[in-house]
């Protein structure tokens, strides 16, 4: 069994599709353009355990928005500050210690007012379907009002 992250990308018409971690990389690099529609490439990182293709198990659903220039390219200066965001949120913390340092907790908190966003209903059908119908045993995630309830 393999631990993997599948990405999905909101289209122009506003649906969910999977794309390949490649084309991600290379917006990422700036050479490519994802759909933008809202301003921002909207996207959805799972983090999942998978035999044989067949998803065994998901572990995370991230709902994360990343700022564009005015080319549609993934704007360099934000992917920094959002890079240094993830690091910093989940730096090691000694949960023994007398005094906790508030950086990952206020870094955490950043990520999701600043490169989080909330998916429709239609959104989480998108990602439940495509993660159901991969599974070993459906369904691996429920779907509800508000998010992907993992199984």
């Excluded at 990389?25 to 035999?51: K, M, N, Q, W």
């Excluded at 023994?96 to 490169?115: K, M, N, T």
């Excluded at 045993?137 to 992907?148: G, K, M, N, Q, S």
């Amino acid at each position: 069994m393999a631990v993997t992250t599948w990405y999905f990308i909101e289209d122009d018409q506003g649906r969910v599709q999977r794309t390949p971690v490649t084309e991600l990389d290379r917006f990422f690099d700036g050479d490519e353009v994802l759909p933008h529609a809202s301003g921002a490439v909207r996207a959805c990182e799972v983090t999942l355990s998978v035999r044989g293709r067949r998803v065994q198990s998901v572990h995370r659903v991230l709902w994360l928005r990343f700022a564009v220039d005015g080319d549609g390219r993934c704007d360099l200066d934000a992917r920094a500050a959002y890079a240094h965001l993830a690091v910093v949120h989940t730096a090691l913390v000694d949960q023994e210690a007398d005094v906790v340092p508030l950086g990952p907790a206020i870094a955490g908190e950043r990520l999701r007012q600043e490169h989080a966003w909330q998916p429709t209903a239609a959104h989480l059908a998108d990602v439940g379907r495509v993660l159901n119908s991969a599974a070993v045993r459906a369904p691996v995630v429920a779907i509800d009002a508000t998010d992907l309830r993992i199984l």
